[in-house]
């Protein structure tokens, strides 16, 4: 007997055994994806990783439904790799399975109705829906859901299909789809009849009378001559003024004939450039200071400051490993930064560069994927956000983490809970491949590990053509409002500086870290806040929809013209985002074109590129924007970038709130002067005497580390504790405090280690789901292994009780 085992696509911690016979245990290998049966009457695609002869003793095991594949789709460094991260981030191997591919890889099993055979069907007893339904099986042999839906024009069907199913007249299945489809491109040409010359001549005077046709004819000719490759359907109709139409009717006189090519979605058609970037001497002693560290280190550390010309050396190390027919990983935080790199490297790599991020359609990334898997040349350098980590590489040399402090490269929900950077340097140990990790404000962590040597270390100090580093100037809040020195949200100071930089015909950047217009609209007779109905948040006023939204859950409502509580009229909004910033800006400059930048204007897939291009190509004069913008974006004629108001940052509840102040603030500074002209950076602040504001203008990165590293070793922080965050959800407030005291104290009793909480965090209830978390603190130098291990066993008795069933736990392992 031979059976396969499965991973299936759900949120469960194990695998399934199903049977499979001896020829298909000879042809199916690991990394296949086949469709099993699971449940009553569910199919999915599951994913095979072992195939072996021990029956299951628990139950009977099912046999497979199909093979999906003729080879592995997912190479066993991936299987390894995504055991490691089920282990380590303590999750469902489904979870992964799920979250790394391709969902048009996971194909969907769709409900199938249709009418039983050799059943006599009584109309008269039907209702309308049922006999609808029955007549348009007459029709068809068979329906889906979604058909029917919209034969009766209504969603709640079911109760109608299972009156049907009761009487003995429907029966359901499931059917699975591929739903891959790969792009066909419509090609012409001269039909095989009339390939010689006086076949041709007989041709053009068949259709003397058919002037547009004759016309069509022509024109393929000379493309033909032209191009000396296939002529598209599209091509031929440009070139002659035609209508498609008129193609058809020479097809159908058989004069020509259609035929269709596979061809990529994403194709570079640009110019390349062979000659590759020249390094400066302080970016050649950084390449080979790299280089020299990456004879005893597995991962370095490159610490540059803004604008030093990080990127030239990546293009550098990109090329040396290509040479040595390597596959690169370029990571990078945000997909913003995408769109400007890419265009950067297909410049000096053309289509050897493929992306792979959440805005590429389904198609298109399945195409990225099957070239990684083929170790296609369109593929050998892939840049992606952190989902590129699960591509099947088969033949990695280097990793490149860029800007690897960003927090977004650590993925918060759903499951897999994974940290990109530290996944990548794991998966780059497989293939024993290099990994370097960049950045002008590096995190805590890294850095911490390149001074004890675990990586290694090189660094820049100087930006790139001996650029000096941006001036930056402060601005107290408080003084320019009692002197009455601001205007709206901008002080003075700031509307000098604009419209001295607009004079010169410079470029200028506004950071403010949150959308919307105003976060709080607050009633000025009652005091009453409008909040969330599910969220225990206050709605953000977002003025260019007229309405109140929450952020969490998506809820929104028209902008009410009285308070709910006390139906005052006097309704005030308290604080300002970007579009307020916006708005202001184009009353203080209404000649000048003013863009914003944030979750709200990018929502499309070619949201960024359309906003980054106008930015760079100068049709826009000043850009506000949150943290994208604060991300290794690269404009030469910004000479001015403003922080609206830096204390937002300062006091968040959280230990990494200084660390992460100084770096946002140090990034969007970089994003000034970054050509020949020294940069100027304006700060509003209520604080000017911050200690982490001072050491943003003094540039001091290494007094920040060492004030954040003697803090963290006091109370117990990483670098030198791991934390494990424990979430706990559950719609009844008084459920859910009891369930969290129970599993804290559980914890309190059975590890030698802080644990804290159970504590209500800042927002602590979103979706009207109440919210508990639970930390525990692992000293670094212990193994995480036996405390995971136990923390499993915890969870399942916390599960076993009835009472607490119903409580949802998720596990975050390194929570950032």
């Known amino acids: 007997m031979f059976f396969a085992e499965i991973v299936l696509p759900l949120s469960l911690d194990k695998t399934f055994t199903y049977s499979i016979t001896e020829a298909e245990s000879q042809y199916i290998q690991k990394g296949m994806r086949v469709t099993v049966p699971f449940g009553k009457s569910k199919i999915y695609t599951g994913l095979v990783i072992d195939i072996h002869s021990k029956k299951p003793e628990l139950y ?34 489904g979870d992964v399975y799920r979250g790394a591919m391709p969902s048009a890889l996971l194909l969907e099993s769709e409900t199938i109705i249709s009418q039983k055979q050799d059943v006599f069907a009584d109309s008269a007893t039907f209702t309308d829906d049922e006999f609808l339904i029955y007549e348009a099986l007459q029709q068809q042999s068979a329906l889906k859901i979604k058909d029917i ?11 109608v299909i299972q009156k049907l199913i009761d009487k003995g007249i429907l029966i359901l299945q499931e059917e699975v789809q591929e739903v891959y489809k790969p792009k066909l491109t419509r090609y012409v040409r001269i039909h ?107 991962v370095c550390l490159l610490h540059g400051v803004t604008a030093s010309g990080k990127t030239e050396i990546y293009i550098r190390q990109i090329e040396e490993y290509i040479n040595q027919g390597k596959q690169v990983m370029y990571l990078l935080p945000e997909i913003a930064l995408t769109t400007q790199l890419v265009q950067r490297l297909q410049f000096y790599f053309g289509n050897q560069v493929a992306v792979y991020h959440s805005k590429y359609s389904n198609n298109e990334r399945v195409e990225v994927w099957n070239q990684v898997l083929q170790q296609s040349d369109k593929a050998k350098i892939v840049i992606g956000a952190r989902s590129a980590l699960f591509l099947p590489f088969s033949n990695l040399g280097l990793v490149i983490v860029d800007e690897e402090h960003e927090q977004t490269f650590k993925q918060q929900d759903p499951a897999p809970r994974y940290h990109a950077r530290d996944a990548a340097i794991v998966l780059a140990g497989y293939f024993g491949a290099k990994v370097l990790l960049g950045s002008a404000t590096p995190s805590i962590e890294t850095y911490f590990n390149a001074k004890t040597a675990k990586f290694g270390l090189v660094e820049i100090t ?18 320019c409002y009692f002197r009455k020195k ?23 950047i506004l950071f403010q870290n949150r959308r919307g217009y105003s976060p709080v609209m607050e009633c000025m007779t009652c005091g009453h806040v409008p909040e969330c109905p599910q969220c225990d948040v206050s709605l ?29 009229i006097d309704l005030m909004t308290k604080g300002f985002g970007t579009e307020q910033v916006e708005l202001e800006l184009k009353g203080l400059f209404p000649e000048r074109r003013i863009g914003r930048m944030d979750q709200d204007t990018t929502r499309g897939k070619y949201g960024y590129e359309k906003i980054i291009d106008s930015f760079k190509n100068r049709e826009i004069d000043v850009l506000v924007g949150t943290q994208m913008l604060a991300k290794g974006l690269d404009f030469d004629n910004v000479s001015l970038v403003g922080i609206m108001n830096a204390d937002n940052m300062l006091y968040h509840p959280d230990f990494r709130a200084l660390e992460r102040s100084y770096q946002m603030m140090t990034q969007v500074a970089g994003r000034a002067g970054r050509s020949e002209k020294r940069g100027r950076v304006i700060i509003q602040t209520y604080n000017p005497n911050h200690n982490t504001i001072r050491q943003v203008t003094e540039g001091d990165y290494f007094g920040m580390f060492k004030e954040q590293v003697y803090e963290r070793k006091i109370y117990y922080y990483p670098p030198y504790f791991r934390l494990v965050k424990i979430t706990l959800k559950h719609r009844d407030f008084d459920k859910l405090k009891e369930g969290a005291m129970w599993l804290y104290k559980v914890l309190d009793q059975t590890f030698d280690l802080p644990v804290l909480g159970p504590e209500e965090p800042p927002i602590s209830r979103i979706r009207n789901e109440y919210i508990r978390t639970i930390l525990i603190k692992i000293p670094q130098d212990q193994p995480i292994g036996g405390v995971k291990n136990t923390l499993r066993k915890i969870l399942h008795s916390f599960e076993s009780v009835p009472q607490y069933r119903a409580v949802k736990t998720a596990i975050n392992v390194d929570f950032y």
């Open 540 to 568: 953000t006023f977002h003025k260019h929809k007229n309405q109140l939204r929450c952020h969490y859950c998506g809820y929104s409502m028209a902008k009410p013209t009285n308070c709910h509580h006390c139906s005052g």
């Open 60 to 93: 009977e095991a099912k046999e497979i439904h199909q093979i999906l594949d003729e080879e592995p789709v997912v190479s066993e460094y991936q299987l390894r790799h995504w055991q490691w991260i089920a282990s380590y981030y303590m999750c469902a191997i």
């Open 192 to 298: 095989p009849n009339h390939h010689t010359d006086e076949a041709l001549a007989a041709l053009l005077e068949l259709l003397k009378n058919a002037r547009k046709q004759k016309e069509i004819l022509l024109s393929f000719f000379q493309l033909s001559a032209r191009e000396k490759k296939p002529i598209t359907v599209n091509q031929l109709v440009e070139a002659s003024g035609a209508s498609v139409a008129g193609v058809k009717a020479l097809i159908d006189k058989g004069v020509m004939e259609q035929y269709y090519l596979q061809e990529d979605r994403v194709v570079y058609t640009g110019e390349m450039n062979d000659t590759r970037p020249s390094l400066s001497d302080a970016q050649q002693k950084a390449f080979d200071g790299i280089n020299d560290a990456f004879e005893s280190k597995e």
């Open 462 to 479: 100087e930006r790139f053509g001996k650029v000096m580093m941006p001036e930056i100037e402060l601005v107290d809040l408080k003084d």
């Open 486 to 508: 601001m205007t709206g949200h901008f002080s003075d100071a700031l509307v000098q500086a604009i419209a001295e930089a607009l004079m010169r015909g410079e470029q200028v």
């Open 149 to 159: 839906m919209d034969i009766l024009n209504r969603k709640n069907i079911f109760p």
